[in-house]
């Protein structure tokens, strides 16, 4: 969930109640410990109506869940609860803590309070990654796509180079009977190459037709190289490749081009192209899982919180 | 040829020395293309469509263009690249129902059964057969030729089947009569039980012919049940080719072709799989043009779809009785649709009866379908506004929090859609339609725009509510398409002129005298897209105002060409030029240009229509009304003075892209804002969710700025989708954006490769049949002793959550508030504003 000034109305509506109300409890809460001499704990009237609060909303939270499951139901736009969410996440912490008077007590409520701390920690952190990854994103990684695609568009961009290198030099000599096999390739004497394309502020892939051409001296070089660099375009950093930094890929695709004719260049080109691309995709993946993985331990400690608050629920009230 | 002409070493057909080698008269009339294709010889020629000639058929003298312009199946002129229309030698069918076809329903004197003038002709049944007489070079020559290939000649005389000359007449129906009992022999039922609607069965009982003289052949051909819709009875089939053509030609599915030689001859699908195991995709064509009983429905799958059809008006809640293919074929304006067509639209047609007061459309509703009037008066309302559905912030606590809220707007402010009351006509002005005007509404089938009116029935009456597929059948007959061209044009015009741009500082008395003035003057045009309307430096002839469609306005700036605008429906262009020639006073304001000559270039983004007003008359409107004067030429200097700052930028319009990207059709775009989604794919998992695990978008696209446009119905102004779909499973209805896609969607995948933008996809759902209780079930079968449903392929696209409550899910359920719906034009805003 994004803070940002453009969703200032969206949070406000939600923050500034939540403020108040906890500003409000809190108040109460030092008058009467002040009244007292000391810090009051959960037994007294306003400590519990601090725990009372920070339980409702602690159960409240966990409200986030069924609506997930019941998504296809009109239930309050998503954005809204997660503005609720986020205020009144951080509103409970501050409340739990003056509920326990600044103790942390016996194992049930230390536990209990060490796992909502974690708990609106790593919200915190979840809500951090959130402002700021997909702005970097944005900015870095312009060839990004579909998390759980990257395989399938990388199998393509190998259809791609394999397609272009034919055009470039002609088949692959290697593996020539599979290339006779492909009836796209002999009869109609062209290949369809797709290229990543900007114009403007546009980015996307084009397709081409463009016809086969046999025999360049530089065929067997330029194949060679495909074959090197073409476990990584499908694997990615999985696999050792010359082309995987960056620094060395430069290298590594300058030595090709001295070694390949001047025509094949803007090949060489495309080939460096889908190289960078699969760099890219490399790194959505990491970036993608900082920005995910939080969200399983945030939701691991939230349930384990709900149940502990169950059972401290419970004891409290039989020892009352 | 010598045989010493051809090398050893050359194949035996040499298709490439064959075009130099064989002569006009090596074939008759006919020669062979690259491809071994008979062909003809003459080729028409651009000035053949301007010449004429005269002929007599059965006694009558008539004038014919001796070419006509080429067209497709819906009636289209084709033209060639540099837009000119491909010419197509006139034939004697041409002529004949030229002749003596003037209304639907009228018999051509000329029967036929492999041809229809939706298809190219190719003359192989022979039962259009006519004795043509011409001059040759060896004197006056008579001879049976096939109509419906035949060029006219000067002076020729025809006579078919039904010549007053007695004598002719009765050598052509022996003729014919041969053909048809040859054919009826070997193709029509032993039992003589032919289904409705069987055209071979219809041509013997016009030539009196009760049964064949001939042997039925012993060879068989058999039959082919695979597919789940069409039957195949490869006995029946007479080889006309009308399915072949109907599937290549028309639908471009390149499925049926030819397999086997003499009697085993038969059509094939793909490599002669069974129909039900080729890439048929089912759309029914081969059916529907098939004049025999060899390619029939299959009565489950015209009940089911019936049943669907009536459920569909039931839950619409719509009145009106369904009207069956047996009783509509009695109507003349539905005689030239083949039966089968109205049997597999067994519920296309509704009949209505309103009473007076009824309101039988609203203007601003989008719609699909067109009323035929059979009795009664209606009375058409126009308020010369037009609606638009918008996103606008919610009132209440959401409203302040950022919520929006669908709401109806026209210009000038918020106004409910289809408001009666906007008529701006005066009492002396009304619009009344009665049968005589044949049709109402089929504008908004044709040009898939909102109604442009209100109609309310005067007294009581009753029409035919035909679909918009019925509207496409009617535009492949040359007569009803007539019909449709007239009303359609002049019913543009009429609800246009008094609002054209260029009168707005006109009072509302003078805008009507204006609009009087050119009521015989404007012309509408249609421009296809990307056809340029006119250059930079051409000469000034016309005015222009868009009707429909887009326009984009570019200049040459030395070897490049910059964007400069791009102009909509309601807006002029083209005055700058005509200004500049009218005297001393004009010349002075634009002293810079070319007095007379265009100053940027115009060409189609889509299917556009003008209003065209000729210089002359516009100059003439100026002459008349001079408080036109000011205005135009304070407009036209702003416009100069934009331009010439523009020149200084790179691009002026940053919209190359949102241009070639159809971006500026968009109603209702899924937009992303990528600085805030954390790509959770909620709005995907929402989609899928709210649409029985099929998710109508995919969160990826083309990038504008910070924006992902991403792939889910984009809600066009114009949908190309609509178009052609062959049971109008596909449309837009009521005053919303969503393009809705039926259940009886037959899966021929036709609005999938209609859409540019890759926005409706094919997936399969479990096929429904009708059972004995009239009531859809789900058909199994067993695979590997597992009882698995049928699946069928149907349609989906983003339906705008209409099926739910109208609030798009994806927006609905993205936690972060990234994902917005706009126009295209407020997405572009937003990135210039960046």
Redesign the interface.
């Known amino acids: 969930?994004?803070v940002s000034r453009g969703?200032l109305?969206?949070h406000l509506?939600f923050a500034i109640p939540v403020a108040v109300l906890t500003a409000v409890c809190m108040t109460l809460y030092f008058r009467q410990s002040l009244a007292a001499g000391t810090w009051v704990g959960g037994g007294s009237w306003s400590g519990l109506l601090c725990g009372v609060i920070a339980g409702a909303i602690i159960l409240s939270e966990m409200l986030l869940w069924p609506r997930k499951a019941l998504?296809?139901f009109?239930l309050i736009?998503?954005?809204?609860?997660?503005a609720a969410h986020l205020w009144m996440g951080l509103a409970s912490l501050p409340l739990a803590i003056v509920h326990c008077g600044f103790h942390l007590g016996g194992w049930l409520p230390a536990t209990l309070l060490i796992l909502l701390v974690l708990t609106v920690l790593s919200g915190v952190y979840g809500l951090a990654v959130?402002n700021v990854?997909?702005?970097w994103?944005?900015r870095h990684l312009?060839r990004e796509?579909?998390?759980n695609?990257i395989q399938f568009v990388s199998d393509q961009a190998v259809r791609d180079a394999r397609q272009l290198l034919t055009r470039a030099c002609g088949r692959n000599v290697a593996s020539i009977e599979t290339a006779v096999a492909d009836p796209e390739l002999l009869p109609a004497g062209a290949v369809v190459v797709g290229a990543v394309r900007q114009?403007?502020?546009?980015?996307?892939k084009t397709l081409q037709t463009r016809h086969v051409a046999e025999g360049r001296f530089d065929r067997e070089t330029l194949w060679s190289a495909f074959d090197q660099i073409e476990p990584y375009l499908r694997e990615g950093d999985r696999v050792e490749s010359p082309v995987r930094q960056s620094y060395g890929a430069d290298r590594w695709f300058r030595r090709l081009r001295e070694a390949c004719h001047e025509e094949s260049q803007p090949v060489i080109d495309v080939l460096q192209d889908l190289c960078d691309q699969r760099r890219e995709f490399d790194l959505q993946r990491r970036v993608?899982r900082l920005?995910?993985t939080w969200l399983p331990v945030h939701i691991g400690l939230s349930v384990a919180v709900t149940i502990l608050l169950g059972i401290h629920v419970w004891t409290a009230l039989k020892f009352w | 040829m010598s045989s010493d002409a051809v090398p050893n070493d050359r194949p035996m057909f040499d298709l490439g020395a064959l075009a130099e080698e064989v002569l006009p008269d090596d074939e008759g009339l006919f020669a062979r293309d690259v491809d071994g294709q008979l062909i003809r010889v003459e080729k028409a020629t651009a000035r053949e469509l301007d010449e004429s000639l005269s002929l007599t058929i059965n006694g009558e003298t008539l004038t014919v263009r001796k070419a006509v312009p080429t067209r497709d199946s819906q009636g289209n002129v084709i033209n060639d690249p540099d837009g000119a229309p491909v010419p197509r030698l006139t034939t004697i069918f041409d002529a004949a129902s030229r002749a003596f076809v003037k209304r639907p329903g009228d018999p051509n004197p000329i029967p036929t059964l492999c041809h229809k003038e939706h298809l190219p002709p190719i003359g192989v049944c022979r039962v259009c057969l006519v004795e043509a007489t011409e001059e040759t070079p060896r004197g006056r020559r008579s001879r049976l030729v096939p109509s419906c290939v035949q060029r006219v000649s000067e002076g020729m005389i025809v006579h078919t089947i039904d010549s007053p000359d007695r004598q002719a007449a009765a050598r052509v129906r022996a003729a014919t009569s041969i053909v048809v009992e040859l054919l009826m022999a070997d193709h029509l039922p032993a039992d003589g039980e032919v289904a409705p609607g069987n055209e071979l069965s219809a041509v013997a009982h016009r030539l009196g012919i009760d049964q064949s003289r001939f042997w039925a052949s012993n060879a068989h051909r058999g039959c082919d049940d695979s597919s789940k819709m069409i039957s195949v009875d490869h006995e029946q089939c007479i080889l006309c080719g009308r399915c072949q053509r109907g599937c290549n030609w028309v639908k471009h599915n390149e499925v049926i072709g030819r397999s086997g030689k003499g009697y085993q001859t038969r059509i094939a699908f793909d490599l002669d799989d069974p129909m039900g195991h080729s890439s048929c995709v089912s759309c029914g064509e081969c059916a529907v043009s098939c004049p025999t009983g060899a390619l029939e429905f299959k009565p489950t799958f015209i009940e089911t779809q019936i049943a669907r059809l009536r459920d569909e008006l039931r839950k619409d809640g719509q009145d009106g009785d369904i009207v069956t293919a047996d009783e509509l074929i009695g109507y003349p304006l539905f005689s030239g649709i083949p039966y089968k067509f109205l049997q597999f639209n067994g519920a296309a047609v509704v009949r209505r009866r309103l009473e007076a007061g009824d309101v039988l459309c609203r203007e601003g509703d989008y719609g699909s379908t067109a009323f035929v009037i059979m009795d009664g008066e209606f009375e058409v309302f126009l308020s010369g506004t037009r609606g638009a559905v918008r996103n606008r912030p919610a009132g209440g606590f959401f409203g302040w929090l950022g919520g929006l809220k669908t709401v109806a707007e026209k210009v000038g402010g918020k106004a409910k859609l289809a408001d009666v009351g906007a008529a701006a006509l005066g009492e002396n002005e009304r619009i009344i339609r009665n049968q005589d005007d044949v049709i109402l509404g089929e504008m908004t089938c044709m040009n898939r725009y909102p109604r442009s009116a209100t109609v309310v029935a005067t007294r009581p009456g009753e029409v035919l509510e035909i679909k918009r597929n019925v509207l496409y059948m009617l535009q492949r007959n040359s007569v009803s398409r007539q019909i449709l061209d007239r009303v359609y044009r002049e019913r543009s015009l009429r609800g246009q002129l008094s609002g054209l741009p260029i009168f707005r500082s006109l009072s509302d008395e003078d805008k009507l005298k204006a609009a009087s003035f050119l009521r015989d003057k404007a012309d509408l045009v249609s421009v296809d897209p990307g056809q340029t309307i006119f250059r930079q430096g051409d000469l000034a002839d016309h005015y222009y105002v868009i009707r429909l469609g887009f326009v984009k306005i570019s200049q040459e700036d030395g070897l490049a060409q910059r964007v400069l605008n791009y102009l909509g429906p309601g807006n002029g262009f083209g005055e700058i030029g005509l200004l500049s020639t009218l005297g001393d006073r004009w010349s002075e304001e634009f002293e810079d240009l070319r007095a007379g000559t265009r100053t940027a270039t115009c060409a189609a983004l889509d299917h556009v229509e003008l209003i065209r007003i000729d210089g002359d008359d516009f100059r003439e409107l100026l002459e008349r009304f001079p408080e036109l004067r000011d205005p135009l030429i304070r407009e036209a200097k702003e416009i100069l003075r934009r331009d010439a700052a523009d020149r200084h930028r790179l691009q002026s319009l940053k919209s190359d892209d949102f241009l070639d990207q159809g971006l500026y059709l968009a109603q209702s775009l899924l937009v992303l804002d990528l600085e805030r989604c954390t790509r959770c794919d909620e709005c995907t998992k929402a989609c899928a969710d709210t649409h029985q695990g099929v998710t109508r978008l995919v969160r990826e696209g083309l990038r504008f700025d910070k924006y992902l446009v991403a792939s889910s119905c984009r809600s066009c102004l114009d949908p190309y989708c609509l178009v052609g779909c062959p049971v109008d499973a596909i449309h837009r209805n009521g005053d919303s954006l969503e393009i809705e896609i039926e259940d009886y969607c037959i899966g021929c995948g036709l609005c999938s490769d209609n859409c540019p933008y890759g926005n409706i996809n094919m997936h399969g759902f479990p096929k429904q049949e009708v059972d004995a209780k009239g009531k859809l079930r789900t058909v199994y079968q067993e695979i590997d002793g597992r009882k698995l449903p049928v699946v069928q392929q149907r349609a989906t696209t983003c339906d705008l959550c209409k099926s739910i409550d109208g609030k798009p899910s994806c927006v609905y359920a993205c936690p972060h508030d990234a994902a917005f719906r706009m126009t295209g034009e407020e997405l572009l805003r937003r990135t210039q504003t960046q």
């Open positions: 969930m994004i969703q109305k969206l509506g998504r296809r009109r736009p998503t954005k809204y609860w997660m959130q990854l997909p702005r994103m944005l312009p796509t579909i998390y695609q114009a403007g502020k546009t980015r996307g993608h920005l995910h």
